[in-house]
């Protein structure tokens, strides 16, 4: 059984800074692509950043200069951090990561709420 389990969410003012992290465990091959998704009251989820195992990365054009992806592939790790905060990024943030067990298969972290007050 794998499981992404996300943290460092929480509340903070415009023009602020959080880092999330999200850890995936269990028995686990490899690990592909790895990417933070977010989703907003009433709104579609949607891509902020992708990371491939050889750390290439793809920031959504709204998010870029103030987003950063990285990964620890050693500790099955990817982080988002996020400087400059607006409020209209509060959202639920989401991990996501395609990784091989037996297959390859996508998997989903439980989201981590990110609340920008102005």
């Known amino acids: 059984q794998v499981q992404l389990v996300e943290s460092g969410g929480g509340l903070v003012q415009a023009g602020g800074s959080l880092r999330l992290s999200c850890a995936a465990s269990?028995?686990?091959?490899?690990?592909?692509?790895m990417g933070w998704y977010r989703q907003a009251p009433g709104k579609q989820r949607e891509l902020v950043a992708v990371?491939?195992?050889?750390?290439?990365?793809n920031i959504a054009d709204s998010e870029k200069g103030r987003f950063t992806i990285s990964r620890d592939n050693a500790q099955n790790t990817v982080y988002l951090q996020m400087n400059s905060l607006k409020p209209e990024d509060t959202a639920v943030y989401y991990c996501?990561?395609?990784?091989?067990?037996?297959?390859?298969?996508?998997?989903w972290g439980q989201g981590t709420q990110v609340t920008v007050s102005s």
């Open positions: 990371i491939t195992s050889g750390g290439n990365t």
């Open positions: 996501n990561a395609a990784i091989w067990t037996l297959r390859l298969n996508t998997y």
């Open positions: 269990g028995r686990i091959f490899s690990i592909n692509a």
